[in-house]
C-alpha cells in the first residue's frame, strides 16, 4: 500500500529535521546527558516540525541502545513500535477535539499508571491553544510536578494564545519557517529516493508555493509525481499548481510601474486563462513585490532566494518603484490574497488590486466616429449661415416696407419707430419659420436606430438584464454602447476575454435585444464584439445628406 511522501519519509532522527538544527541540537544533547524536561512547549508554524521532534523525543527517551548519544537508535523494538505507531506508552491528544476541563481531569486520572512498555509515558498535546480557559487550570498543577515517569509535550501554531502560567511551565521552542533553498534541497533528496526527475525551476515554484512549509511542499510534490521515466518540468507544475509564470508576475510588476491598464488586465487575463488560480497570482504578486521592497531597502546586501536572470530585472523594477506606493502595493495584493474563493468572480480581488493601484487620470478613450454625434444639432447649423447671407441690405428692406404703413396709419411720427423695429420682426418670424421645419427634419434624421439614444438607455437595460440573469450586470459594465448598424446595437467590449463571456452566455443577446426593444418602443438587436478589432461603419447615403444640410461645405473642401 502506497504512503504518502510526508508519512513515508517522514525524519526518524533529530539530525534529519530540515532547518530546525538549534532545537534538535539542545533535544539531543538532553538525551546524551540524561536531562530531558518533564515539559516542553514547541511553537512555530504549520509544517515545520513540531509533532515530529514530539514523536522523536518520546522515542528517544524510551530507545533501548547503550549509548544515549545514539537514541534514538531505530532498531530496537521500542523505537520501531513507535514508527509503527503501536507505543502504547506515547499518546497523542488533539486539544481541538478534547477541550473540555473534563478531558483534562481523565488526563489526570490515567496519568498515574506507570508505563506499560517503556520508561516513560510522553504525553503530546497538538494544537494546545484549543484548550478553555478551565481546562488549561486543571493542567496547571499536573503540568508543574507530573509523576517522574511522564513527560509533556505541548505543540501550537498559535504561541500568543497559550497562557502565560503554562508557558512558565515548559521549555519553550520556537520552530522557523524553511528558506527556499532549504525546501529546495529536501525535495532534491526526496526526488532521488523516489527515483524521479524534476526540473530545478519546479522545485523552486513548489518552494515559494509552500511559504516556508516543508510539509506543504513534500504534499504538493507528491500530487506532482508522474509516470516513471518522466520529468516534472515547470510547465506542468503551473498547470497543477495554479501558479502564474514568472514573467507574468514581472510584466504586471512594469505595467503597474508604467501605468499601463490596459496591459496589465491583458496580462492578468491571459494567465487565468491558461489556468493560472487568481489568489495564488496575488500570493506571487505579494512576494515579489516584498522582494523588491527588500531590494530597494537593502540592495544587494539582502540575501535572497532570486535566480540571477531575474535579480538584474527586479533590481531595476525596485530602482523606479517609489517606496510608498510599493507598500501600498505589498498591502493591496494582500488583502486580496486574503480574500475568501467564494465569490462567483474569483479574479476580482486582483482587478481591483491591480487597478487601484493605478493612477487616477483616466486612460485616453477612443474617439467616436462623426456618423455617430447627434444629428438634429448638426442640421440647424446650416440654418443660421444661410439667413446670414441671403437677406438683402436693410435699406431695400426699408423701401419695401415703409409706403404700405403711412396709408394705413396717418400718424407719421408713430410710424417713424415701426420701420427700425420691422428688420429685427422680419429676423425673428424668418428664423421662425426657417425652424419650423427642424422638428420634421430632426424627427426624419432621428427616426433611425442611433447611439444617443442606446446610450440613454443603457443604465436601464443592465438593469433589467440583471433581473433575468444576476451574471450579466457585471459583464455589461466591462463593456459599452460602441455603434450602430441598421436595427442592431453594438457593444463593444475592451478585453476579447469578456467578449467571449458575452458570446457563451446563453441566450444574452436575444434578452438584451427583448430588453431594449421593450424601453424604445421598436425592432432592436444586440451584438458583442472587440472594441480595438472593430471596424465602425460608413453609411454612404447619410453622409450625403449631411452634406448637403451642410449647404454643399462638404463638397467645396471635396473641390478644393
Same mark, same amino acid.
Given at each position: 500500500?502506497?504512503?504518502?511522501?510526508?508519512?513515508?519519509?517522514?525524519?526518524?532522527?533529530?539530525?534529519?529535521?530540515?532547518?530546525?538544527?538549534?532545537?534538535?541540537?539542545?533535544?539531543?544533547?538532553?538525551?546524551?546527558?540524561?536531562?530531558?524536561?518533564?515539559?516542553?512547549?514547541?511553537?512555530?508554524?504549520?509544517?515545520?516540525?513540531?509533532? +515530529?521532534?514530539?514523536?522523536?523525543?518520546?522515542?528517544?527517551?524510551?530507545?533501548?541502545?547503550?549509548?544515549?548519544?545514539?537514541?534514538?537508535?531505530?532498531?530496537?523494538? #521500542?523505537?520501531? @513500535?513507535?514508527?509503527?505507531?503501536?507505543?502504547?506508552?506515547?499518546?497523542?491528544?488533539?486539544?481541538?477535539?478534547? +477541550?473540555?476541563?473534563?478531558?483534562?481531569?481523565?488526563?489526570?486520572?490515567?496519568?498515574?499508571?506507570?508505563?506499560?512498555?517503556?520508561?516513560?509515558?510522553?504525553?503530546?498535546?497538538?494544537?494546545?491553544?484549543?484548550?478553555?480557559?478551565?481546562?488549561?487550570?486543571?493542567?496547571?498543577?499536573?503540568?508543574?510536578?507530573?509523576?517522574?515517569?511522564?513527560?509533556?509535550? $505541548?505543540?501550537?501554531?498559535?504561541?500568543?494564545?497559550?497562557?502565560?502560567?503554562?508557558?512558565?511551565?515548559?521549555?519553550?521552542?520556537?520552530?522557523?519557517?524553511?528558506?527556499?533553498?532549504?525546501?529546495?534541497?529536501?525535495?532534491?533528496?526526496?526526488?532521488?529516493?523516489?527515483?524521479?526527475?524534476?526540473?530545478?525551476?519546479?522545485?523552486?515554484?513548489?518552494?515559494?508555493?509552500?511559504?516556508?512549509?516543508?510539509?506543504?511542499?513534500?504534499?504538493?510534490?507528491?500530487?506532482?509525481?508522474?509516470?516513471?521515466?518522466?520529468? #516534472?518540468?515547470?510547465?506542468?507544475?503551473?498547470?497543477?499548481?495554479?501558479?502564474?509564470?514568472?514573467? =507574468?508576475?514581472?510584466?504586471?510588476?512594469?505595467?503597474?510601474?508604467? =501605468?499601463?491598464?490596459?496591459?496589465?488586465?491583458?496580462? #492578468?487575463?491571459?494567465?487565468?486563462?491558461?489556468?493560472?488560480?487568481?489568489?495564488?497570482?496575488?500570493?506571487?504578486?505579494?512576494?515579489?513585490?516584498?522582494?523588491?521592497?527588500?531590494?530597494?531597502?537593502?540592495?544587494?546586501?539582502?540575501?535572497?532566494?532570486?535566480?540571477?536572470?531575474?535579480?538584474?530585472?527586479?533590481?531595476?523594477? =525596485?530602482?523606479?518603484?517609489?517606496?510608498?506606493?510599493?507598500?501600498?502595493?505589498?498591502?493591496?495584493?494582500?488583502?486580496?490574497?486574503?480574500?475568501?474563493?467564494?465569490?462567483?468572480?474569483?479574479?476580482?480581488?486582483?482587478?481591483?488590486?491591480?487597478?487601484?493601484?493605478?493612477?487616477?487620470?483616466? @486612460?485616453?478613450?477612443?474617439?467616436? %466616429?462623426?456618423?455617430?454625434? &447627434?444629428?438634429?444639432?448638426?442640421?440647424?447649423?446650416?440654418?443660421?449661415?444661410?439667413?446670414?447671407?441671403?437677406?438683402?441690405? %436693410? &435699406?431695400?428692406?426699408?423701401?419695401?416696407?415703409?409706403? %404700405?404703413?403711412?396709408? &394705413?396709419?396717418?400718424?407719421?411720427?408713430?410710424?417713424?419707430?415701426?420701420?427700425?423695429?420691422?428688420?429685427?420682426?422680419?429676423?425673428? +418670424?424668418?428664423?421662425?419659420?426657417?425652424? /419650423?421645419?427642424?422638428?420634421?427634419?430632426?424627427?426624419?434624421?432621428?427616426?433611425?436606430?442611433?447611439?444617443?439614444?442606446?446610450?440613454?438607455?443603457?443604465?436601464?437595460?443592465?438593469?433589467?438584464?440583471?433581473?433575468?440573469?444576476?451574471?450579466?450586470?457585471?459583464?455589461?459594465?466591462?463593456?459599452?454602447?460602441?455603434?450602430?448598424?441598421? /436595427?442592431? =446595437?453594438?457593444?463593444?467590449?475592451?478585453?476579447?476575454?469578456?467578449?467571449?463571456?458575452?458570446?457563451? +452566455?446563453?441566450?444574452?443577446?436575444?434578452?438584451?435585444?427583448? #430588453?431594449?426593444?421593450?424601453?424604445?418602443?421598436?425592432?432592436?438587436?444586440?451584438?458583442?464584439?472587440?472594441?480595438?478589432?472593430?471596424?465602425?461603419?460608413? &453609411?454612404?447615403?447619410?453622409?450625403?445628406? $449631411?452634406?448637403?444640410?451642410?449647404?454643399?461645405?462638404?463638397?467645396?473642401?471635396?473641390?478644393?
Amino acid at each position: 500500500m502506497s504512503q504518502a511522501l510526508t508519512l513515508k519519509w517522514r525524519p526518524a532522527r533529530f539530525d534529519e529535521i530540515v532547518g530546525q538544527e538549534h532545537i534538535t541540537q539542545t533535544l539531543q544533547n538532553s538525551v546524551a546527558t540524561n536531562r530531558v524536561g518533564h515539559a516542553y512547549l514547541f511553537c512555530g508554524p504549520r509544517g515545520t516540525g513540531k509533532t +515530529t521532534s514530539a514523536r522523536l523525543l518520546a522515542k528517544a527517551v524510551n530507545c533501548l541502545d547503550e549509548d544515549p548519544a545514539e537514541r534514538p537508535c531505530n532498531q530496537c523494538t #521500542i523505537c520501531k @513500535a513507535v514508527r509503527d505507531g503501536r507505543f502504547l506508552d506515547l499518546i497523542e491528544i488533539d486539544a481541538a477535539s478534547n +477541550t473540555g476541563v473534563d478531558d483534562i481531569r481523565e488526563l489526570r486520572e490515567k496519568i498515574n499508571f506507570s508505563p506499560s512498555e517503556g520508561r516513560f509515558k510522553v504525553y503530546i498535546i497538538d494544537e494546545v491553544h484549543m484548550l478553555s480557559t478551565a481546562a488549561f487550570n486543571a493542567l496547571l498543577k499536573t503540568l508543574e510536578e507530573p509523576p517522574p515517569h511522564v513527560k509533556f509535550v $505541548l505543540a501550537t501554531t498559535e504561541e500568543h494564545k497559550v497562557p502565560i502560567t503554562i508557558k512558565s511551565r515548559c521549555q519553550q521552542f520556537n520552530f522557523r519557517l524553511l528558506t527556499e533553498l532549504e525546501i529546495i534541497n529536501r525535495l532534491s533528496w526526496m526526488a532521488e529516493k523516489e527515483g524521479f526527475a524534476i526540473e530545478l525551476e519546479a522545485m523552486r515554484m513548489i518552494a515559494r508555493q509552500a511559504s516556508g512549509s516543508l510539509r506543504d511542499a513534500e504534499s504538493l510534490l507528491d500530487q506532482l509525481v508522474i509516470a516513471p521515466g518522466e520529468t #516534472i518540468t515547470e510547465e506542468r507544475a503551473q498547470r497543477v499548481l495554479g501558479t502564474a509564470a514568472n514573467t =507574468a508576475v514581472l510584466q504586471l510588476t512594469d505595467a503597474w510601474l508604467e =501605468a499601463r491598464g490596459g496591459d496589465g488586465l491583458a496580462i #492578468i487575463h491571459n494567465a487565468l486563462a491558461t489556468g493560472t488560480d487568481a489568489r495564488q497570482f496575488c500570493r506571487q504578486m505579494v512576494n515579489h513585490m516584498r522582494q523588491l521592497l527588500l531590494l530597494q531597502a537593502a540592495g544587494n546586501a539582502v540575501s535572497l532566494d532570486i535566480p540571477v536572470e531575474h535579480k538584474r530585472e527586479m533590481l531595476t523594477q =525596485a530602482q523606479r518603484a517609489p517606496r510608498r506606493e510599493l507598500i501600498d502595493a505589498v498591502k493591496r495584493f494582500n488583502d486580496a490574497a486574503l480574500t475568501p474563493a467564494g465569490s462567483w468572480q474569483p479574479q476580482l480581488p486582483l482587478e481591483l488590486a491591480f487597478i487601484e493601484l493605478l493612477p487616477d487620470t483616466p @486612460a485616453p478613450m477612443p474617439v467616436m %466616429p462623426p456618423a455617430q454625434t &447627434d444629428k438634429p444639432q448638426v442640421a440647424e447649423k446650416p440654418v443660421p449661415q444661410k439667413k446670414t447671407v441671403e437677406p438683402a441690405p %436693410p &435699406d431695400i428692406k426699408k423701401e419695401t416696407t415703409a409706403p %404700405p404703413q403711412p396709408a &394705413d396709419s396717418g400718424d407719421p411720427p408713430a410710424a417713424a419707430p415701426k420701420p427700425a423695429q420691422e428688420p429685427a420682426a422680419v429676423a425673428q +418670424t424668418e428664423t421662425a419659420a426657417s425652424s /419650423e421645419p427642424a422638428p420634421a427634419a430632426a424627427e426624419a434624421v432621428t427616426s433611425p436606430l442611433d447611439l444617443a439614444t442606446i446610450s440613454a438607455h443603457w443604465r436601464d437595460l443592465v438593469t433589467r438584464a440583471g433581473d433575468h440573469n444576476k451574471n450579466l450586470p457585471p459583464l455589461l459594465n466591462m463593456g459599452k454602447p460602441l455603434a450602430v448598424e441598421g /436595427e442592431t =446595437a453594438v457593444i463593444g467590449f475592451d478585453f476579447p476575454i469578456f467578449k467571449e463571456k458575452f458570446d457563451n +452566455t446563453g441566450g444574452a443577446a436575444d434578452l438584451l435585444g427583448g #430588453i431594449l426593444s421593450e424601453l424604445l418602443g421598436r425592432r432592436c438587436l444586440v451584438r458583442g464584439v472587440v472594441t480595438s478589432e472593430y471596424d465602425m461603419p460608413i &453609411d454612404e447615403n447619410q453622409f450625403r445628406t $449631411l452634406a448637403n444640410e451642410l449647404g454643399g461645405v462638404v463638397k467645396k473642401d471635396d473641390e478644393q
